[in-house]
Every structure is written in C-alpha cells, then in structure tokens.
C-alpha cells in the first residue's frame, strides 16, 4: 500500500459530464491505498481461504427482478462483446452480453480461463465480493474523495492523473479504447481488454491504473450530480445511511441502489466515453458485475 498524505484538493469538474460539477475544494485525511488493482491472483487466495462465492456464480432469484425474462435469471455476468459495424451508442445492449458462466474464473465466458492473466486485475465482481474481499484483507474500500486524490497524483485540476496532455510525446499512458467504439479497437495501446496491473506508468503518488484498465468500486452511493453529495469526504467521515443517500435507477424496476464507480476502462472511448480523467464517474448497481471493473482497497489510521 501507499501512503497518501493529508490534502485539500480540487475535486471534480465543469469541463466535462454534467455529474463531475461543480468543481471544490475538498479536505482528505490521510490513509493507504493498494498500489495496483486487486489482481486475479490476489482474489483467488481470498477464495481460497474463504470458499466466497461471487454474485456472479449464482442465479438470481425471480421475486428479487419482477417482470424480468426467466430465461436470464441464470448465473451469469456482464461482458463486452464488440458490435460488427457503427451502432446507436444510446444503448448499450449494442455491446453488453450477459454470459451464463461468465464469472472472475472464466472472464469472457464459460470456455475461458484466467489462465495467463494472474497479474491482470479481477473482474466480473459485485459490491458484495469487493465488500467481502476487503473485510477479509482487513480493510475497506475507498471513498470517491479518497480515491479522486490519491489518482490525481499530487497534481490539482488536470484533465489526467499525469497531466492535461492525453498521450504526452505519443506515449499512451493509460489502458483505453483507440478506434470507433464499440466495432474497431486498432490496440495503438497493446491491449484489446485488460493489461497487467502496472503496465503503464504510475502517477506522482506511485500508483498505477488510476486510470483505465478497470472502472473501481467506491463505497459512495451514487448521485446524479456531485453537488448532490456529502461535501464532507474527510476519511473520519462516514456515507450517510443508505436511505439517505442510495441511488436508484428510476427506470429500474427492481430498484437496485448504486455506488460510485471512478477511473474509467479498456473501453473508454474518445468517440464514445471520455471517463478515463480521476474526475470522471459512473453509477454501477450494487448488484451487477462486468467485464471491465474491479476495486482497490484503503486502509485508515485508527481515528
């Protein structure tokens, strides 16, 4: 872990989607945070030591998702599967396919393996795995405030976690998407999905993947727009009660409450998702996994 000093910074934006402003200043007490994403290596020992099973391993039940089509109430989990040519990109079932047997073990499907991809960040995991993975490791995840600083760097009101230029001197610095979401990936970055953690370099503060790769979990619940939320993001403060501040999908009629999700991922797109910024972010049901996000860990002084 590192260690992330105490700071008021500037956090969010009002160059950008409507949910990052308002830009403020915003105190963080000081706290570690993982290096590197949770890895696949890293979660199978929790598994191992702990027989969890992740939400993606198990059928949903038919009275939690009324109305919903039996034929998907399977185990199963979201996964990007590219679209043959252009598409409407107001609707993201273009390019979402949930996968019976998709899960963190076989991340594209059933005949797929993480064989290989031991070092590549762990995927296919809900609130209550990452939930259940941090209580294990003895620590918690961290709060969009504490997360939003530790990925810029040290540096206030960039665009990027290493600046405001997106590919200095024509170096990628991140894990995104190049080409026309969601049919053409040319992998100018080496990569079509995931990177091992730490493929690209870190930020100031000696992180790395703050950006890209993978979206990561908070422990925030979502708000449609920044100026909504708790302005108190100390790490001695706690989120409100889930009445007070859970999220819902108005349109979701299984009324699934949502976190915060920050960092952007391999599917970032200039032409489609310009969230690969520490100030862009992103509601994920608690309930749903995908194939392109995970979670890091933090721990805090005792207060």
Not at 40 to 59: C, G, K, L, P
Not at 120 to 140: F, L, R, S
Not at 141 to 155: C, D, I, N, S, Y
């Amino acid at each position: 872990m590192v260690w992330i000093p105490s700071r008021t910074f500037r956090m969010g934006s009002d160059r950008h989607y409507a949910e990052e402003a308002p830009s403020r200043d915003v105190t963080v007490a000081g706290f570690w945070i993982d290096q590197a994403p949770v890895t696949n290596r890293d979660f199978r020992s929790f598994v191992e030591a702990t027989d969890w099973v992740t939400q993606a391993e198990i059928a949903p039940r038919a009275e939690d998702y009324p109305g919903a089509d039996p034929n998907l109430l399977t185990a199963s989990s979201l996964v990007f599967t590219p679209s043959d040519g252009p598409v409407d990109l107001r609707n993201i079932g273009n390019w979402w396919r949930f996968l019976p047997g998709a899960q963190w073990r076989h991340p594209y499907g059933p005949d797929s393996s993480i064989e290989g991809l031991e070092d590549h960040p762990v995927v296919h995991v809900a609130w209550a795995d990452v939930a259940a993975y941090a209580e294990w490791a003895g620590a918690d995840l961290p709060t969009e405030a504490e997360w939003e600083l530790a990925a810029r760097g040290g540096l206030d009101d960039t665009e990027f976690a290493w600046g405001d230029e997106f590919a200095p001197g024509g170096q990628q610095m991140a894990n995104t998407w190049q080409g026309q979401f969601p049919y053409e990936n040319t992998a100018e970055d080496g990569w079509l999905r995931t990177s091992p953690v730490g493929a690209y370099p870190p930020n100031g503060y000696g992180l790395v993947d703050m950006v890209g790769n993978t979206w990561e979990w908070t422990k925030d619940w979502w708000s449609s727009h920044a100026a909504e939320a708790p302005k108190s993001c100390c790490a001695a403060s706690k989120p409100l009660a889930e009445t007070e501040t859970a999220s819902i999908d108005p349109n979701d009629p299984a009324r699934i409450t949502r976190k915060v999700l920050k960092g952007g991922s391999h599917l970032c797109a200039p032409s489609y998702c310009r969230r690969y910024r520490p100030a862009a972010r992103h509601a994920q049901p608690i309930d749903t996994s995908t194939s392109h996000v995970g979670f890091r860990c933090v721990l805090r002084p005792p207060a």
